[in-house]
């Protein structure tokens, strides 16, 4: 009985413990009420203690880096953990932790930010791109709407500005009005030696070297050197050659042939030295013909020159100045030079000496590098006003007329410490390269000289002379700055206000910087975001745009994480952001829920045509532009099928974006033009083509000339959209399929192309694809995919313009299919769509997710798409909101506690319902050894790289991202390694 009683006991005892876990409240869990305690097993790794072996092991099994037993003794899996997580954050892998491997710990996060942002440079003033794109495409407010000229482009970036002749102002140094060297260049700073020759080597110059302070013999041999007596080496020693040299000279003027130094002869030297003009040396300058290197050397005392048999050697001033004759130039480091003379000065200079150029304001135009020589000359025009503007207000405010002289510039002693000159020749002024800039092409030197002369004025204050300081940059982010959001300036100066710039990153002008985005871990930004020197954070947890712009730059950023276990919250400008994350401008925002930023990231597409808003004032609309590259699963299946396609392996998509060669375009065009294929062989490269017979007839019918081959035909090579546009309808024309008719003028880029008509005949007959959502581009240049042939083959068939039987015959192979597991929705891109096709859900890992704080409920709620707001530890709405959402959607009580039921959802959790199936992928064989394999594989997996071309681009590089984030590497866009090794592994499921 005793017995009995006991099992009647231990039954009752166990129903009492599993009643009181069903029905147990749920356990609220609110910021203020978590301790972070070194007894807990798995804390936030910004105030993990990593004090002992043990605390190491502990954050190592926290993260997912397995170091074994979790014991407090060291062993080879432990070191190996450590040695795993050093290579995930960049740190060098030793297996010791140190203060920086404690730092990354610290630092951990699997979460990463993303920051999307468009521009490059500081958005003040002309936008070059904005330029370009007005010149280009017109707007609303210009004379002619379809083109704008350079001034009405000025005025609209400048406001209340006029564009006048410097002729017409009253300057306060009018010598940068005319035709003298008065502009002085920097081109070095404290330099102990420098290296000149002479250009071109086939006619050299003749080379004028002016050194101050050399000594009397010195300067005599200068002189007698110059003047053909050969006094011997200008080596500051009187010997023999030199008193017979002399002795010459004195009976060539009537002097007593004294062979000496004497009074009369000095005197007589100078004077006839001084007919040589402006010199720096009282002797005249020492003149070398025949083609020259030299090298100028400062020693701390002074400056003396090799290289030259006649150059002097002995040590004298460094307040030297080098011109050449006409027509000849020098190359002075990376630089050339044609016009202007080349000044050295160590006055007032701390060590060595500056190089400058001294150089007629024109001339310095023409070696002003900071737009594409080969754009339009309007848009060179408004730089060149700009540039000239710029250069003439940093004149205007340096140069001291009244302590300017014929050799030196009137510059403060400040000025000359710093430069010596007016303006820089780097990007932080203007940046100027000289002769090389004149000849890189002609429309750059035109617009100079369209503009001579001008400069743009303002009537009133933040001028020199009424001249304004005329900024520049390369684009913005849809709309300018002023000067204080660009440059932190403390007022807003009049001309320099925010005006709308959506031509700046229109699709159609082609900025490469139109939009970008980085990736950061949150390790990398708790590294690179510093206060002072050192590191603000040991751990960031959210940082976020909290003031923007009416332009829609960055003007505050705030971060928050924690610092030596406290939590931190740090606001910085969005330019210090950009300087220290190495953003091209500070028009950006980030991923976080708390970002307010308003920016429309590029490009975009300009409608230059006015509308009227609802309150009647004029306005400027734009769409987002996504590149398409359609493509027909119906349509490859009529080409692979009649064999007019290499043989393709991949998946239906991989096969859709690969390039067209000009074989299978040969093939493609004559099988469906009807044209014969029994023409005599033409070319002596295709013998190896299994499409010869095609290639025959492409000069047979006179369609070589879309691809401009005579000789050769170049088989592999791949094939442009407006040359397949052309060999399409000539092979039409030639052939017996009916020919096509009309004509229209749809697509707004392809005026450059010499097949215009062509692409208008197939645009007409809507059988050809746009390659951008916004439906007037189509991309003549671009290479065309396969996907996109098979998309026109499939409309051609659909509209009955040729017949499907077209493809029942195999002309040139055995017909082939490609394979299944397409990726579907293969006309998106890798940034819009980056798992098209694999619709089935990926579930999540939750089952180690740790829960002991506010911040560790708020970072399961962001990684699993449940927005709890700003990730910082403060129990607020939002995270209340967000942690009901997610019980509303595990059939939990929606009362937004988070107890021991809603955390075991969490682990729980995958974002799968059942009714979701993943068929996986076998990627273990993937050849991955070139970038073409990497897009053949992101293709195949449904990370859409764009087509198939084997360069690295933008698209390619998105796509690679897109990977990485989906198996939690870092986003970098690189394939490396571990890159490669996921790609292996991956099954899509």
């Known amino acids: 009985m005793k017995q009995g009683f006991l099992k009647n006991s231990a039954y009752i005892f166990t129903f009492l413990i599993a009643f009181a876990l069903v029905f147990s409240p749920e356990e609220e869990a609110k910021a203020l009420e978590i301790k972070y305690d070194s007894n807990m097993f798995c804390v936030d790794n910004a105030v993990a203690p990593l004090n002992n072996l043990l605390?190491?092991?502990?954050?190592?099994?926290?993260?997912?880096?397995?170091?074994?037993?979790?014991?407090?003794?060291?062993?080879?899996?432990?070191?190996?953990?450590?040695?795993?997580f050093q290579k995930s954050v960049g740190l060098t892998p030793d297996g010791v932790v140190g203060p920086a491997t404690k730092q990354a710990m610290r630092g951990y996060s699997t979460v990463s930010f993303t920051f999307t942002g468009s521009g490059w440079g500081h958005g003040?003033?002309?936008?070059?791109?904005?330029?370009?794109?007005?010149?280009?495409?017109?707007?609303?407010?210009?004379?002619?709407?379809?083109?704008?000229?350079?001034?009405?482009?000025?005025?609209?970036?400048?406001?209340?500005?006029?564009?006048?002749?410097?002729?017409?102002?009253?300057?306060?140094?009018?010598?940068?009005?005319?035709?003298?060297?008065?502009?002085?260049?920097?081109?070095?700073?404290?330099?102990?030696?420098?290296?000149?020759?002479t250009l071109p080597s086939s006619s050299p110059p003749m080379l004028s070297i002016c050194q101050d302070g050399l000594s009397?013999?010195?300067?005599?041999?200068?002189?007698?050197?110059?003047?053909?007596?050969?006094?011997?080496?200008?080596?500051?020693?009187?010997?023999?050659?030199?008193?017979?040299?002399?002795?010459?000279?004195?009976?060539?003027?009537?002097?007593?042939?004294?062979?000496?130094?004497?009074?009369?002869?000095?005197?007589?030297?100078?004077?006839?030295?001084?007919?040589?003009?402006?010199?720096?040396?009282?002797?005249?300058?020492?003149?070398?013909?025949?083609?020259?290197?030299?090298?100028?050397?400062?020693?701390?005392?002074?400056?003396?020159?090799?290289?030259?048999?006649?150059?002097?050697?002995?040590?004298?001033?460094?307040?030297i100045g080098i011109s050449w004759s006409d027509g000849g130039r020098i190359r002075v480091g990376p630089r050339e030079h044609k016009h202007g003379v080349l000044k050295l000065r160590s006055q007032n200079v701390s060590s060595g000496f500056h190089v400058v150029l001294s150089v007629n304001i024109e001339k310095y135009l023409y070696g002003l590098a900071e737009m594409p020589s080969h754009w339009n000359v309007k848009a060179l025009e408004a730089q060149a006003l700009v540039g000239r503007s710029y250069a003439v207000y940093q004149y205007l405010k340096q140069n001291i007329p009244a302590q300017s002289t014929e050799l030196n510039a009137g510059l403060s002693t400040s000025r000359q410490a710093y430069c010596w000159c007016h303006i820089g020749s780097t990007a932080s002024s203007q940046y100027y390269y000289g002769y090389l800039k004149e000849i890189a092409g002609p429309n750059w030197v035109q617009a100079v000289n369209n503009t001579s002369g001008k400069v743009i004025t303002y009537s009133g204050g933040y001028t020199q002379s009424s001249v304004i300081q005329a900024f520049y940059s390369s684009s913005t982010g849809g709309k300018t700055n002023?000067?204080?959001?660009?440059?932190?300036?403390?007022?807003?100066?009049?001309?320099?206000?925010?005006?709308?710039?959506?031509?700046?990153?229109?699709?159609?002008?082609?900025?490469?910087?139109?939009?970008?985005?980085?990736?950061?871990?949150?390790?990398?930004?708790?590294?690179?975001?510093?206060?002072?020197?050192?590191?603000?954070?040991?751990?960031?947890?959210?940082?976020?745009?909290?003031?923007?712009?009416?332009?829609?730059?960055?003007?505050?950023?705030?971060?928050?994480?924690?610092?030596?276990?406290?939590?931190?919250?740090?606001?910085?400008?969005?330019?210090?952001?950009?300087?220290?994350?190495?953003?091209?401008?500070?028009?950006?925002?980030?991923?976080?829920?708390?970002?307010?930023?308003?920016?429309?990231?590029?490009?975009?597409?300009?409608?230059?045509?006015?509308?009227?808003?609802?309150?009647?004032?004029?306005?400027?609309?734009?769409?987002?532009?996504?590149?398409?590259?359609?493509?027909?699963?119906?349509?490859?299946?009529?080409?692979?099928?009649?064999?007019?396609?290499?043989?393709?392996?991949?998946?239906?998509?991989?096969?859709?974006?690969?390039?067209?060669?000009?074989?299978?375009?040969?093939?493609?065009?004559?099988?469906?033009?009807?044209?014969?294929?029994?023409?005599?062989?033409?070319?002596?490269?295709?013998?190896?083509?299994?499409?010869?017979?095609?290639?025959?007839g492409i000069p047979y019918y006179g369609i070589q000339v879309c691809i401009g081959s005579p000789f050769q035909f170049q088989p592999t090579e791949t094939i442009s959209r407006d040359q397949f546009a052309c060999m399409l309808v000539k092979a039409i024309t030639a052939g017996s399929t009916t020919n096509l008719s009309g004509a229209i003028d749809k697509y707004s880029d392809e005026g450059a192309s010499k097949w215009t008509n062509e692409i208008n005949v197939l645009a007409a007959n809507d059988v050809i694809p746009a390659c951008s959502s916004l439906q007037d581009k189509f991309c003549p240049s671009r290479k065309i995919s396969i996907g996109e042939v098979a998309y026109i083959v499939n409309q051609m068939v659909s509209k009955s313009l040729i017949s499907s039987d077209t493809f029942n015959s195999n002309p040139f192979q055995e017909g082939w299919s490609a394979n299944g597991s397409e990726v579907e929705d293969a006309s998106t891109t890798a940034v819009s769509n980056p798992n098209a096709g694999n619709d089935a859900c990926v579930p999540k890992d939750n089952s180690g997710l740790v829960i002991n704080s506010i911040l560790d409920v708020q970072?399961?709620?962001?990684?699993?798409?449940?927005?709890?707001?700003?990730?910082?530890?403060?129990?607020?709405?939002?995270?209340?909101?967000?942690?009901?959402?997610?019980?509303?959607?595990?059939?939990?009580?929606?009362?937004?506690?988070?107890?021991?039921?809603?955390?075991?959802?969490?682990?729980?959790?995958?974002?799968?319902?059942?009714?979701?199936?993943?068929?996986?992928?076998?990627?273990?064989?993937?050849?991955?050894?070139?970038?073409?394999?990497?897009?053949?594989?992101?293709?195949?997996?449904?990370?859409?790289?764009?087509?198939?071309?084997?360069?690295?681009?933008?698209?390619?590089?998105?796509?690679?991202?897109?990977?990485?984030?989906?198996?939690?590497?870092?986003?970098?866009g690189v394939a490396g390694n571990r890159t490669k090794s996921a790609m292996r592994a991956y099954t899509g499921c």
């Not at 030295?273 to 100028?296: H, Q, Y």
């Not at 798409?865 to 709405?877: A, H, L, T």
């Open 55 to 84: 605390d190491i092991q502990t954050f190592l099994s926290c993260n997912g880096f397995n170091p074994g037993p979790i014991d407090g003794l060291s062993g080879s899996r432990t070191n190996n953990a450590i040695i795993t």
């Open 124 to 197: 003040v003033g002309l936008s070059q791109y904005g330029a370009k794109g007005l010149t280009e495409l017109g707007a609303s407010f210009c004379s002619n709407t379809s083109s704008c000229t350079s001034t009405e482009v000025v005025d609209y970036y400048f406001k209340d500005t006029t564009v006048k002749n410097l002729s017409e102002i009253s300057l306060s140094s009018p010598d940068i009005a005319t035709g003298n060297n008065a502009l002085w260049v920097g081109l070095a700073r404290n330099a102990k030696s420098i290296n000149l020759t």
């Open 216 to 319: 009397d013999v010195a300067g005599v041999q200068v002189f007698l050197t110059s003047r053909g007596f050969e006094p011997g080496p200008v080596d500051g020693a009187f010997g023999d050659k030199t008193s017979n040299a002399l002795k010459n000279y004195q009976a060539s003027v009537g002097l007593s042939q004294s062979g000496s130094i004497d009074t009369e002869t000095l005197n007589k030297i100078k004077s006839e030295a001084s007919s040589d003009g402006s010199c720096e040396s009282i002797f005249g300058p020492l003149k070398i013909s025949g083609g020259a290197t030299i090298n100028v050397i400062s020693n701390g005392n002074g400056c003396y020159f090799n290289g030259h048999p006649l150059v002097n050697r002995t040590t004298a001033s460094c307040n």
């Open 482 to 696: 002023n000067n204080a959001v660009g440059f932190g300036s403390a007022t807003a100066w009049p001309y320099l206000q925010t005006v709308d710039d959506p031509w700046s990153v229109d699709n159609r002008v082609g900025n490469p910087k139109a939009a970008w985005s980085y990736d950061f871990s949150t390790y990398q930004l708790s590294k690179n975001i510093l206060c002072g020197d050192i590191p603000c954070f040991d751990a960031i947890t959210d940082i976020y745009i909290s003031s923007v712009a009416e332009s829609g730059a960055a003007i505050e950023v705030t971060l928050k994480g924690f610092r030596n276990g406290s939590s931190k919250t740090v606001t910085k400008s969005g330019r210090n952001i950009k300087s220290q994350l190495g953003f091209t401008s500070h028009y950006f925002k980030t991923s976080s829920q708390s970002d307010v930023s308003n920016l429309a990231i590029g490009p975009v597409t300009v409608n230059t045509s006015p509308t009227t808003s609802t309150n009647g004032t004029s306005v400027t609309s734009t769409t987002g532009d996504v590149a398409q590259y359609a493509t027909s699963t119906a349509g490859l299946n009529y080409l692979s099928g009649a064999g007019l396609l290499n043989n393709c392996t991949e998946t239906s998509s991989a096969c859709q974006a690969k390039t067209m060669t000009r074989e299978e375009a040969a093939a493609v065009v004559t099988v469906i033009g009807g044209i014969s294929l029994d023409a005599p062989n033409a070319y002596s490269d295709d013998d190896q083509s299994i499409f010869q017979k095609a290639i025959n």
């Open 859 to 972: 970072q399961f709620l962001s990684n699993n798409g449940f927005n709890p707001g700003p990730i910082d530890g403060q129990s607020g709405p939002k995270t209340k909101n967000a942690v009901i959402a997610f019980q509303k959607e595990s059939g939990l009580l929606a009362d937004g506690i988070v107890g021991n039921k809603t955390k075991s959802a969490m682990r729980a959790y995958t974002g799968c319902r059942s009714t979701n199936v993943c068929n996986a992928r076998d990627n273990t064989g993937a050849k991955l050894d070139s970038v073409a394999d990497i897009q053949t594989y992101l293709s195949n997996n449904g990370f859409n790289p764009g087509i198939i071309d084997g360069e690295m681009g933008s698209y390619t590089k998105e796509a690679i991202k897109a990977f990485q984030r989906k198996v939690g590497l870092i986003p970098d």
